[in-house]
T-cell receptor, first 110, second 118 residues
């Protein structure tokens, strides 16, 4: 069946460096994608989204890139800070169905 | 603005007991979702409501689980009887839009109810 998955389960970066978190999806009919951040003991928090008719969207220190050709989604975090340490989930939506990936744990080293 | 409010935040109960989890969605949101999160299975959608009506409950694991939404500002998820394998974090989430035309509408999560069944 189709699924949402992540290339890397863990990512460790130095404070101040840029982080890139990747996500692969297999449902070509998905029309909307979201990145969530989940800190320890908290619920997932919306970071940024992108529709399938776009290939890039920027927020504050974050950029989401969508490559529909290879069904790949990435989240770029500029100047990573200790507060960015969390688990990051990608989610994809097709019609009425939203599915979440397994998550990538980002650890920021001081 | 208050976010999605869930209670209890933590619950430890014995196998066989009834568990009731509560949720207050964000005011004005039309859709409400219950998710379960475990290490093994990640985030799983259990059920979602639109305008207080259950639309899709295909994710509810079995008859021991039931959910209600008596009004626009309150929902419950009940497990009876509870089992150790039900131990998980249960998230309630809400969304401003109708799920059928959901383009661009994201969902906002509560802080979760951490359930341990011993």
């Amino acid at each position: 069946g189709e699924s949402v998955g992540l290339h890397l389960p863990t990512l460790s970066v130095q404070e101040g460096d840029n982080s890139i978190i990747n996500c692969a999806y297999s449902n070509s009919a998905s029309d909307y994608f979201i990145w969530y951040k989940q800190e320890s003991g908290k619920g997932p928090q919306f970071i940024i989204d992108i529709r399938s008719n776009m290939d890039k969207r920027q927020g504050q220190r974050v950029t989401v890139l969508l490559n529909k050709t290879v069904k790949h989604l990435s989240l770029q975090i500029a100047a990573t800070q200790p507060g960015d340490s969390a688990v990051y989930f990608c989610a994809e939506k097709e019609d009425n169905d939203m599915r979440f990936g397994a998550g990538t744990r980002l650890t920021v080293k001081p | 603005d208050a976010g999605v409010i869930q209670s209890p935040r933590h619950e430890v109960t014995e196998m066989g007991q009834e568990v009731t989890l509560r949720c207050k969605p964000i005011s004005g949101h039309n859709s409400l979702f219950w998710y379960r999160q475990t290490m093994m299975r990640g985030l799983e959608l259990l059920i979602y409501f639109n305008n207080n009506v259950p639309i899709d409950d295909s994710g509810m694991p079995e008859d021991r689980f039931s959910a209600k939404m008596p009004n626009a500002s309150f929902s419950t998820l009940k497990i009876q009887p509870s089992e150790p394998r039900d131990s998980a974090v249960y998230f309630c989430a809400s969304s401003p839009g109708r799920r059928l035309r959901w383009s661009g509408n994201t969902i906002y999560f509560g802080e979760g109810s951490w359930l341990t069944v011993v």
